[in-house]
């Protein structure tokens, strides 16, 4: 194993077949020699921990992350005694309460987590959830006086609620109570008037806990709810709701809406996926079961196979079939239900598949988009639960900012949703179209987007998006990186390395899965696989064999040098594990390939 400098070119490679520089990740050797005294870890280790800006004294806990020292003060959240207070009163009273929930996988396991609470508790409530295609997202008048026309008596908003001001606004108005469970970004002075309010992003919350999803401030508020039902002595004779046998739901919401693991949100998907691995939740041991998954629970198990069929039934079916999975206790109706999501999910891969190939066809057959700072794509009839992932993959495909926007013609109008690349504000430019007076409604933040058109200013609208985002486009073309932790032989890729790099898992946003590199590897029997994929096997001077796959690339230029056998190759990427007849091995996921002649 070698190191090969923090600088950008990293091997040579200034540009790889995806456009891209490769750098490794910089490191301070001071500190890097810090981990390996302290920790007893391998330079490679303790360099990366180093590289994702571990210090010396949070080392500890980053490599054994627990609740016990990392779990913050419930009262240190605005408002959180207060919804506390609020909610035990209402559990007193034996009110009707509503559980109402974002239609995605954060909001399904906060509303999850909540329901299970008041029902250990004696009180069963009630789940909502807006249909993304009729209602659009969050809380609406229309919606709160339904509910408060069948009898509820208080409103828990859960990953919403905290920008619905004409909502909230309403429920004031015809005496129903809300208490807001939140994590969005929230403006200065736009704080509502509800009952109660939790949100780490809201501008006077003090918690510094602001990269947590929804169900990680849930899970917070059950804590609370535990120590104000103790202060009541509400426990005495009855056996307090044990937190940690939720903390796979909580794991969820952290993992699936991309969030920092860092700090007590690493610890809770950390203790979270030891939680899960147990499969006593019958709604997660179903979908399980149907996704054909085996093993501990893992960051794959929960954002690749479980994430995806729980946010399926939000964007092509019925909205509440993930919140009733994840709180149902019958594991018949576990079972029927996660059967249900599973066809669902095969239906979204086939629109999916779909959107994302008419949009490529547009893209490489319209002059006015290759070189454009911004790709804008738009067609008659794609699925408005689908642009969102189509614009991500087309990001990752073409490292741009990409909108993808479906059109109704009968209604006259386009939804679109966008994806952006670091360094480019997207949301910011989407906001400035609106005040332009070229959308009905749009924004977002740095990174994602969404909005509605009218399609007759579609054109007016791309011309105006990629005027506004060429600047920081061109900057962030220039600094568009792939990061590299080491550089490793064909023969030293093996089992024991993949191992060691684990005491880094859970990996996520703040804590990237390592990356590595082969230098001037050749290529045999490569093979195109269904689904675009390219199966191939790395071989090197150090006379080792390493198995690679390279995920649908077949149509990309590095899938085609892959599919080439013969002349050297840089190629990148993760390791991975290979259980695959008992094996045990590992194989690599390619992420980048460069050629030396070209690089």
């Not at 003090?206 to 039902?229: D, K, P």
């Not at 990001?395 to 006259?412: F, L, N, S, T």
């Not at 959308?439 to 007016?460: F, K, N, W």
């Not at 199966?535 to 690679?548: E, I, M, Y």
Request: hydrophobic letters at 45%.
């Amino acid at each position: 194993m070698a190191d090969g400098g923090d600088h950008l070119g990293y091997l040579g490679v200034s540009r790889s077949l995806s456009g891209r520089a490769w750098r490794q990740r910089p490191a301070c050797p001071e500190l890097t020699r810090r981990h390996q005294l302290d920790h007893g870890l391998s330079e490679l280790l303790a360099r990366s921990l180093a590289a994702r800006g571990v210090t010396a004294e949070a080392c500890g806990d980053f490599l054994n992350p627990t609740l016990k020292s990392l779990f913050p003060d419930p009262s240190s959240f605005a408002d959180m005694d207060r919804a506390a207070t609020v909610l035990v009163d209402a559990l007193e009273a034996r009110r009707r309460i509503v559980v109402f929930a974002d239609y995605d996988v954060d909001g399904a396991s906060s509303a999850a987590l909540i329901v299970r609470w008041f029902r250990a508790m004696g009180l069963e409530l009630s789940i909502y959830v807006p249909d993304r295609i009729t209602e659009g997202y969050g809380p609406s008048p229309a919606a709160f006086r339904r509910l408060k026309d069948e009898g509820a008596d208080l409103v828990v908003t859960v990953d919403c609620g905290a920008a619905a001001h004409d909502a909230l606004a309403c429920a004031a108005e015809i005496d129903l109570p809300v208490v807001v469970i939140d994590h969005h970004l929230m403006r200065p002075g736009e704080i509502p008037h509800v009952a109660a309010l939790v949100n780490p992003n809201r501008p006077d919350c003090t918690s510094g806990q602001g990269h947590l999803a929804a169900a990680g401030v849930s899970f917070v508020l059950l804590a609370a709810l535990n120590r104000e039902a103790r202060r009541r002595g509400l426990f005495d004779g009855v056996r307090e709701p044990d937190l940690r046998a939720w903390l796979d739901l909580a794991a969820m919401g952290a993992v699936c809406d991309v969030t920092q693991l860092t700090g007590f949100n690493r610890a809770l998907a950390a203790q979270g996926l030891k939680v899960m691995s147990g499969w006593a939740n019958p709604g997660l041991k179903a979908l399980m079961e149907v996704a054909k998954g085996q093993g501990p629970a893992s960051v794959f198990h929960v954002g690749f196979l479980l994430g995806p069929r729980i946010n399926a039934g939000g964007r092509i079916g019925r909205s509440d079939l993930g919140a009733r999975l994840l709180s149902t206790d019958d594991p018949e109706e576990a079972t029927a239900l996660a059967a249900e999501l599973d066809e669902l999910n095969a239906s979204r891969k086939d629109v999916e598949r779909e959107v994302q190939e008419a949009a490529v066809r547009q893209i490489e057959h319209a002059s006015n988009q290759a070189d454009a700072p911004c790709l804008v794509v738009a067609e008659d009839g794609w699925h408005p639960g689908v642009i969102g992932i189509v614009a991500g993959r087309l990001r990752e495909r073409y490292r741009k900012p990409v909108i993808v926007i479906g059109i109704d013609r009968a209604a006259d109008v386009g939804k679109g949703s966008g994806r952006s690349q670091p360094g480019v504000n997207l949301g910011r430019a989407v906001q400035a179209a609106y005040e332009e007076g070229l959308l009905l409604a749009g924004g977002g933040h740095a990174m994602a987007a969404g909005l509605s058109v009218r399609p007759a200013v579609i054109p007016e609208l791309r011309e105006f998006l990629c005027a506004r985002m060429a600047a920081e486009a061109e900057i962030a073309a220039a600094e568009d990186a792939f990061e590299i932790d080491a550089l490793v032989t064909a023969r030293g890729a093996d089992r024991g390395l993949w191992a060691e790099f684990q005491r880094l898992a859970p990996f996520g946003p703040g804590n990237p899965e390592p990356t590595f590199a082969l230098a001037d590897v050749r290529l045999e029997r490569p093979m195109a696989m269904r689904g675009g994929h390219v199966r191939c096997t790395l071989t090197d001077r150090s006379g080792g064999r390493l198995k690679a796959v390279a995920w649908r690339c077949e149509d990309t230029e590095a899938g085609r040098r892959l599919l080439q056998e013969g002349g050297a190759v840089h190629v990148a990427g993760r390791l991975k594990p290979d259980d695959w007849q008992g094996r045990e091995g590992v194989q690599l996921e390619i992420e980048d390939v460069a050629d030396p002649r070209r690089a």
